[in-house]
């Protein structure tokens, strides 16, 4: 698909009610009821999101995957079929925040992208460099290692999102220098390196809002954005998916 792609991570947010009131507030506006975009809800909720979402634009995704590929005696997880059966179209794959708390490896994140993949999700792999290797300068050989399982995986369509940790929830958007040069780095480690996906898309994640979203969106190789906090406000997340509706 051309144009920009918009997912809102809602993270470890919302109950049953304010989810639904959340997701009709989207529905209610056609900015948002769009196949470019995507909302990212806690696992429990997203089988009663994926009901309303029926015959709707606006797609589902799911925040982590299990690594394990078929049911059994995993306790406590959520395998990728069964986000598939609910109606999920995308899954996060090695969030930040999943490496940082759940100390996720890059072998677990291989699995969880091929699992994601065989059951016919779009996986969205997220790299990012922390504040310190960004100011050691270490930070593009982190994302190459980071990227280093899509020379593994099976062929098929991902999506990558470039989110520096440093600017996560904190207010410190990237500047456009520095997201176009990681972008542009990330595609081509990509062209030369994965597996083919049906396209090599790059989304930007961090302090997206409404008031920086186009000059972003409109940043060299941005082919979307990963949208934390503003994407639990209607109102914001629907000025962002404006914006990408103008790109289209
Ligand atoms: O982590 C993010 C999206 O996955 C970004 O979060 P914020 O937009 O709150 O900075």
């Given at each position: 698909m051309a144009g920009k792609l918009i997912i809102g991570n809602w993270k470890m947010n919302t109950r049953a009610q304010s989810a639904q009131s959340l997701l009709d507030a989207l529905l209610e506006q056609p900015a948002c009821d769009q196949p470019w975009v995507g909302v990212a809800a806690p696992a429990v909720y997203l089988a009663a999101l994926g009901a309303r979402l029926q015959g709707r634009a606006i797609r589902l995704a799911a925040q982590d995957v299990s690594a394990?590929?078929?049911?059994?005696?995993?306790?406590g997880e959520v395998s990728a079929a069964m986000l598939q059966d609910i109606g999920c179209a995308y899954v996060l794959v090695g969030h930040s925040e999943r490496r940082q708390?759940?100390?996720?490896s890059n072998p677990q994140l291989l699995a969880k992208m091929n699992n994601a993949m065989a059951a016919g999700l779009v996986p969205v792999l997220c790299v990012g460099e922390t504040l310190e290797q960004r100011e050691q300068g270490s930070y593009l050989a982190v994302i190459h290692q980071q990227l280093s399982i899509l020379a593994d995986i099976a062929a098929g369509e991902y999506l990558i999102a470039y989110e520096p940790v440093w600017a996560i929830g904190t207010g410190k958007v990237a500047t456009l220098e520095q997201i176009a040069e990681i972008h542009s780095a990330i595609k081509t480690w990509c062209l030369q390196?994965?597996?083919?996906?049906a396209s090599i898309r790059v989304l930007y994640g961090g302090s997206v809002k409404a008031e920086n979203a186009e000059s972003i969106l409109m940043t060299?190789?941005?082919?979307?954005a990963l949208v934390?906090?503003?994407?639990?406000d209607a109102g914001s997340f629907r000025m962002i998916c404006q914006a990408a509706g103008k790109l289209i």
């Open positions: 394990f590929a078929s049911d059994g005696a995993y306790t708390y759940f100390a996720e390196n994965a597996k083919p996906s060299d190789n941005v082919d979307g934390g906090g503003a994407s639990l």
